[in-house]
């Protein structure tokens, strides 16, 4: 079989140089080759979250993570806010909601970001809210939040903690945790981070450390305090994904090579390529550009097709693999994930593979011009 065109928002292609770091003999987690390995990694991931703060490894998938956030934060019956966007928004409120905490919900439309206003509004009634949970980019609609915004909004008129899911984003978007005021960061290997699934990463402030002292939910394996002890001594409770932190260390040679200011530039020119590509064959998208993501675009089935035939042929007879809908987004739209190993060139490929499934189907559109398009795009930014 060819190799899979993995265009999805998650799990992402992996670099031959992440997979060969993973072939690394494995050590003990209580050994001196990890304890390096471990200090090294989370050192050099603190310029991806913008933080002085260390950076915690858990073994585990992104929603652990987003759940180690609430529980170690908030207590059965105080209050906190949750702003949902789409479907990984929702996750936020079925954790806050299963371990008891009183959920206002701020839900908006999907689609749409959440904007300053709107959360303005929305505080105003409220008091002695715990915490503010947020996604930063929503991987079921392709939006970014304005959360250096919303982190204003919250720090300003509240006392709560701002609880923030990058797991789409982080690697791919700016993060400033410490600037913009973010009290927990978390995201995933399998995104943006050019890792298999199975490792998450945590980020906590001062404040937030404050809060989980006084905490009273109980946690174990999802303990950060304990996370917290054990990095002091460059490890980690239990045994952690040792082979994905080998890995790790390679992403981290890769995005220091690139440069991390030209890897986020990259996800935005990859993001304006794609846009302006789907223009150009007259396919429309769910969001609009101001809050359309650097990582992943949502795109509207082209009109007369129908989308699970469209996506069928184009894996089937091209091997190019994008995401369906969520939701009841499902079979309205489709995701074109570019987030971590994707390059401008990926893009010209992925949309001349999507012309020639449009072809077999006998769309009507201008041979090329999506190609064109997106090309334009990418030969103007590189001018600059
Ligand atoms: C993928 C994703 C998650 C969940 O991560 P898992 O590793 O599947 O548990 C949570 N939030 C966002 C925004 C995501 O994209």
């Excluded at 909601?97 to 959360?119: D, M, P, Q, R, S």
């Excluded at 030209?262 to 969001?287: E, F, N, P």
Aim: net charge negative.
């Amino acid at each position: 079989m060819y190799t899979n065109i993995l265009r999805h928002p998650g799990p992402t292609p992996i670099p031959q140089k992440v997979q060969l770091a993973m072939a690394h003999d494995i050590y003990s987690h209580r050994s001196g080759e990890f304890v390096e390995l471990y200090r090294e990694t989370t050192k050099r991931l603190k310029p991806l979250f913008g933080t002085k703060q260390d950076i915690l490894l858990l073994p585990s998938g992104g929603t652990a993570a987003l759940e180690a956030a609430a529980i170690n934060t908030v207590s059965s019956g105080e209050d906190v806010v949750v702003i949902t966007v789409g479907a990984f928004g929702d996750y936020f409120v079925g954790i806050c909601e299963k371990y008891g905490f009183n959920v206002h919900k701020l839900a908006i439309e999907w689609g749409e970001a959440c904007t300053e206003e709107a959360l303005v509004e929305f505080l105003k009634p409220l008091n002695s809210i715990k915490a503010v949970f947020a996604t930063y980019n929503e991987t079921s609609t392709g939006i970014i939040n304005p959360i250096e915004k919303l982190a204003k909004v919250v720090r300003t008129q509240t006392d709560a903690l701002f609880i923030v899911d990058g797991v789409s984003c982080v690697g791919g978007a700016p993060a400033e945790m410490d600037e913009w005021g973010i009290d927990i960061l978390v995201t995933g290997s399998q995104k943006a981070m050019m890792l298999p699934p199975g490792l998450s990463f945590v980020s906590v402030s001062e404040r937030a450390w404050k809060a989980i002292e006084n905490n009273k939910t109980p946690s174990y394996y999802l303990n950060l305090s304990s996370y917290r002890n054990w990095a002091e001594k460059g490890m980690t409770p239990n045994t952690p994904a040792i082979t994905l932190i080998y890995g790790l260390a390679a992403v981290l040679d890769l995005i220091e090579e690139e440069g991390y200011e030209q890897t986020i530039a990259r996800h935005a020119l990859m993001k304006d390529m794609v846009r302006a590509a789907m223009r150009s064959l007259g396919i429309g998208l769910l969001t609009s550009d101001e809050y359309a993501s650097p990582t992943i675009t949502t795109i509207l089935t082209p009109e007369g097709l129908d989308l699970g035939d469209y996506l069928g042929h184009l894996k089937n007879e091209y091997h190019l693999d994008f995401a369906g809908g969520l939701g009841h987004l499902q079979g309205k739209v489709f995701r074109f994930g570019h987030m971590g190993y994707c390059f401008p060139s990926d893009i010209l490929e992925a949309v001349s593979l999507m012309e020639a499934g449009l072809q077999d189907f006998n769309y009507s559109f201008e041979s090329g011009a999506g190609i064109k398009a997106a090309q334009d795009v990418f030969l103007s930014r590189k001018k600059r």
